[in-house]
């Protein structure tokens, strides 16, 4: 099997209906990793200190027969076509290890989507 991982930067009040609509597409997990970003308009000030909306990093392994239906999900979940509320990318994974107990899941999600 081969696997991507799916890289979600969201602001952290969508994160988990992303992650629940995720999972319900085929992903067997997800790691959240607290951030802060910028994007192409400046951060609002109040008395010259910057507030900037917490953001989350979430992370999906998944194989590669299910990215196009994860990420069409998330892209969904997270109303990206709205401005400001996230961006989702795809890169590729060389070589995986300690998945073994997610395999079955995502033989059965291939075997479901392909066959």
């Known amino acids: 099997m081969r696997f991507k991982l799916i890289l ?51 992370l999906f392994l998944v194989e590669e027969h299910l990215i196009t239906k994860i990420l069409d999900t998330i892209k969904k979940a997270g109303k990206f076509h709205k401005p400001g509320t996230g961006i989702a990318f795809v890169i590729p994974v060389d070589h995986v290890v300690g998945l073994e107990s997610q395999m079955e899941k995502f033989k059965e999600e291939v075997r479901k989507g392909y066959f």
């Open 8 to 58: 979600a930067s969201v602001k952290a009040d969508i994160t988990d209906g992303i992650v629940d609509a995720a999972k319900e597409a085929g992903a067997t997990g997800a790691t959240i990793i607290p951030a802060r970003g910028t994007g192409i308009k400046e951060a609002k000030t109040f008395f010259g200190l910057s507030l900037e909306a917490q953001t989350d990093i979430i």
